[in-house]
């Protein structure tokens, strides 16, 4: 596709349930970012993904998010046993080569979790 | 470890008036810098960034900010503003290719006649 792609674009789960939210990035780039954007905060970092190394993982709040990237691709971002605290915007951006070129957004996942 | 800080959460301005929107930035080492723009109901956009050589980088839609080292700033600016601007402005920083994107909390810029 022309751009990042995430989807779902909604999602409200219950509280203790597991959710997956997948990016789609733009083809070639080898960079992926996950954020969250909560009401009034601003873009918290939770993982980046560059090329073959080891993720960067410092920005996962608990043991309770993990991600991976398959084939280098597609991004999943999975969030087990949903608190309320969880409900915020997660974005996905890809960059061609890392955090020193443009950083490219998808539109986001709304979770809430009730 | 690197950090942004973006002081002003809000910045009220009236249309064709002056701006400038403020960044800080913490690190030891040699640093890129972006800003970022997000308007409503709209995802991230890049406005410009500071790799490296002119200290003065120009972006789209009239905007420019300066790069000043030993302030350790990267502050915004457009000379007049017009309601279109009016949008959530973010600051990032990062220190090279394996270094992750640090964002700012954001400021927004509300424009009004």
């Known amino acids: 596709g022309a751009g990042v792609s995430q989807s779902p674009s909604n999602k409200v789960t219950e509280k203790g349930k597991d959710v997956e939210l997948r990016c789609d990035p733009i083809s070639g780039h080898t960079a992926l970012y996950w954020y969250r954007q909560s009401l009034g905060q601003g873009l918290e970092f939770l993982i980046y993904?560059?090329?073959?190394?080891?993720?960067?993982k410092s920005g996962l709040p608990s043991d309770r998010f993990s991600a991976e990237r398959t084939g280098g691709s597609v991004s999943t971002l999975t969030i087990q046993r949903t608190q309320q605290e969880d409900s915020a915007v997660y974005l996905c951006?890809?960059?061609?080569?890392?955090?020193?070129?443009?950083?490219?957004f998808g539109q986001g996942t709304r979770l809430t979790v009730v | 470890a690197q950090s942004v800080t973006q002081l002003d959460s809000q910045v009220p301005v009236f249309e064709e008036a002056p701006v400038e929107l403020r960044c800080n930035y913490s690190?030891?080492?040699?640093?890129?810098l972006f800003w970022y723009v997000q308007y409503p109901n709209q995802g991230l956009q890049l406005l410009l960034k500071?790799?490296?050589?002119?200290?003065l980088v120009k972006g789209i839609n009239g905007f420019e900010a300066e790069f000043n080292k030993s302030q350790t700033s990267f502050h915004l600016r457009k000379p007049s503003v017009h309601i279109s601007d009016t949008a959530e402005y973010f600051c990032a920083v990062s220190t090279g290719t394996a270094s992750k994107l640090t964002f700012g909390t954001g400021t927004r810029l509300q424009v009004t006649l």
């Open positions: 993904f560059q090329g073959n190394s080891a993720p960067d």
């Open positions: 690190s030891s080492v040699s640093v890129y």
């Open positions: 500071y790799l490296s050589g002119s200290t």
């Open positions: 951006a890809s960059s061609p080569q890392g955090a020193n070129t443009e950083a490219f």
